[in-house]
């Protein structure tokens, strides 16, 4: 066996625990870590349940017995999410012990009958050791974090007629992406705040037909016109977001997010309700359910005139207005009214999107504007039609709200884009990008953002919807909000595929 000195080992010791940070608990977990598997990755959540922190040393390659050899082990552990620090162990685990000082050292419960050589070392200055292998119900916890962060590219594919039709090329959207930076938007609408709950599904109930599930991990997003705020922010513009919340913990994580993603923020309160949040239980990759809490009151009069107020002061240095509706009370017809006309006599542009998945919308409400992105639920629940044919939908949706440019996102089928060209109004097709989209919760977001960003750098809507359909099949690639960044985005269209 590799060893060192003990000034080497002391000061591995000191700069793990400063990469850790000071304060913060350590649970050390030692081992080969051939092929990290779901036993493992138990293992490494029982030691992070009990510390701040899970610091792992792997043990040196022994030729005949490794699977992989010390340098992919080592990369293998460090992409563990659980996993704050990794190092290859070149000295003995007792040494290495003595020197971090971990308040805990893991191991497997098959060594709790067994002679432990750390125990000894432990007791020297207080450390505990702890045996566990996690809960048996536990799925890699790593691929289901996986969902939540990394976007799966190969099962993005761009159609090249749409570009040939229209008069662009991959290059020129790379050059728009670049363009985006700068410009001045602002934001308007719903706050909500999404949790994630990921469970393992242990089977169905013996005494009633009810699906029974074990909650593992608890994600919470930014989401609404929260994270329409931060998808252009994301793609580099400069953003001011006006919203109304409650005097809550979500309120106050919100707020903490938007801070985080760079947004200038004016949340307005409302005693009378609570932040909207939206809890999702998910199992094997599915949505189970999904639990509400909110209220769906317009806001008070003199809330409304505030926030009209405020919305007329940001106007004043604002390229791009986006009106991001739930349905939940913050934009009342006062409200979308005084505003529209604000942006307008300013010149800005506008775009508007008004969802209804469980509530009802209007999008023609938002009269005259650039750019509306309904669903072809929304476009028909907007003219209280369901017999006519979708172009005839469109076509009178764009008589009834005087939209200049329309997009009906027809969801696993692509999109309707319905706008001028060469003098007069055409439709055009575009297919879904994504072939396995993960959580299509986000898609409209990202959609609005990023075409409504396209149509205020100068491009026509032909473009910006090429643009704002790549960027919704990249935002559901992955599971929950998050921000996607202009660098994804290029990543993307310079993938071949």
């Not at 990290?36 to 992070?48: E, T």
């Not at 922010?233 to 760079?262: H, I, P, S």
């Not at 926030?307 to 390229?319: G, H, N, S, V």
């Not at 309707?416 to 060209?421: A, N, V």
Request: proline content about 3%; aromatic content about 6%; hydrophobic content about 45%.
């Amino acid at each position: 066996m590799l060893t060192k000195t003990p000034t080497a080992v002391q000061e591995l010791a000191a700069n793990i625990r400063a990469a850790v940070g000071g304060g913060r608990s350590i649970a050390f977990v030692s081992g080969k870590f051939n092929v990290v598997h779901p036993g493992h990755l138990r293992l490494l959540k029982f030691a992070s349940e009990n510390a701040d922190a899970v610091v792992v040393g792997l043990l040196p390659d022994s030729r005949a017995k490794d699977a992989l050899p010390l340098e992919l082990r080592l990369e293998a552990v460090r992409a563990v999410s659980l996993v704050d620090q990794a190092f290859a162990m070149e000295a003995g685990v007792e040494e290495i012990i003595a020197a971090l000082k971990p308040e805990i050292v893991v191991k497997g419960k098959e060594y709790q009958k067994a002679d432990n050589a750390e125990q000894t070392v432990l007791d020297s200055y207080g450390g505990k050791l702890m045996f566990g292998s996690g809960e048996i119900t536990f799925s890699s916890l790593n691929l289901l974090r996986n969902e939540f962060s990394k976007i799966d590219f190969s099962s993005i594919h761009k159609p090249v007629d749409y570009p040939q039709r229209h008069g662009f090329d991959f290059s020129d959207l790379r050059t728009l992406v670049e363009s985006l930076s700068g410009l001045r938007t602002l934001v308007i609408g719903d706050l909500i705040v999404d949790k994630y709950v990921t469970c393992d599904a242990l089977g169905m109930s013996q005494e009633d037909p009810t699906l029974v599930v074990t909650p593992i991990e608890e994600t919470t997003f930014l989401g609404a016109a929260g994270i329409v705020a931060a998808h252009a922010r994301g793609l580099g513009a400069d953003v001011k977001f006006l919203t109304v919340c409650g005097v809550d913990e979500a309120a106050t994580f919100a707020e903490n997010a938007l801070k985080t993603y760079g947004v200038q923020h004016e949340m307005l309160v409302d005693k009378s309700r609570p932040t909207t949040t939206k809890t999702r239980y998910r199992a094997s990759g599915k949505t189970l359910l999904r639990v509400n809490r909110l209220r769906q009151h317009a806001i008070d009069e003199a809330l409304a005139k505030k926030m009209i107020a405020r919305a007329e002061d940001m106007l004043e240095d604002c390229d791009l207005l986006l009106l991001s509706d739930f349905n939940y009370g913050c934009l009342p017809q006062s409200v979308v009214d005084a505003v529209i006309a604000a942006a307008r006599k300013r010149g800005v542009k506008i775009a508007a999107d008004s969802q209804a998945s469980s509530q009802l919308s209007d999008i023609s409400r938002f009269r005259g504007v650039d750019l509306v992105t309904p669903t072809e639920r929304e476009a028909r629940l907007a003219l209280q039609d369901f017999e006519s044919g979708l172009v005839n939908v469109v076509e009178n949706l764009r008589a009834r709200s005087q939209a200049k440019n329309i997009i009906v996102t027809l969801g696993g089928e692509g999109l309707l884009c319905y706008g001028e060209r060469d003098g007069e109004y055409v439709i055009d097709r575009l297919q879904a990008f994504n072939s396995a989209p993960k959580d299509v919760a986000g898609a409209g977001d990202s959609l609005i953002t990023a075409t409504s960003l396209a149509l205020c750098a100068g491009k026509d809507i032909w473009m910006g919807t090429y643009l704002g359909a790549l960027t919704a099949a990249c935002q559901v690639g992955r599971v929950g909000n998050k921000p996607l960044t202009s660098e994804e985005l290029l990543l993307e269209i310079a993938h071949i595929g």
